[in-house]
Nanobody, 124 residues
Framework: QLQLVESGGGLVQPGGSLRLSCAASGFTLDYYHIVWFRQAPGKEREGVSCINSSGGWTNYADSVKGRFTMSRDNAKNTVYLQMNNLKPEDTAVYSC?????????????????WGKGTLVTVSS
């Protein structure tokens, strides 16, 4: 079965850190851009960060720039989102998505695969 599975979410205090993982099964991520989206209660889904297929280019939403870092380990078929200095407004369900590509990633591409998401709650 071709799927993406997220893990690493949980409850963290403001200022804390979490590392989310996005693992692929049934296919290799080597040729895919990966995008992290999040959706907070009552809000629209937004693109948070993306990494291109080679890992040589990343992009971050202004709201997370300087705090979040995306990386990939193609040998492990996994992409990571390191989230530092978390704020209550980062609370959301975080989902990863994949789209085949070779140059820069985009939040507006039509994604081919989606994970089900992992909940991140930032609260004291």
């Amino acid at each position: 079965q071709l799927q993406l599975v997220e893990s690493g979410g949980g409850l963290v205090q403001p200022g804390g850190s979490l590392r989310l993982s996005c693992a692929a099964s049934g296919f290799t991520l080597d040729y895919y851009h990966i995008v992290w989206f999040r959706q907070a209660p009552g809000k629209e889904r937004e693109g948070v960060s993306c990494i291109n297929s080679s890992g040589g280019w990343t992009n971050y939403a202004d709201s997370v720039k300087g705090r979040f870092t995306m990386s990939r380990d193609n040998a492990k078929n996994t992409v990571y989102l390191q989230m530092n200095n978390l704020k209550p407004e980062d609370t959301a369900v975080y989902s990863c998505a994949a789209v085949r590509g070779s140059r820069r990633c985009s939040y507006y591409s039509v994604m081919e695969y989606w994970g089900k998401g992992t909940l991140v709650t930032v609260s004291s």
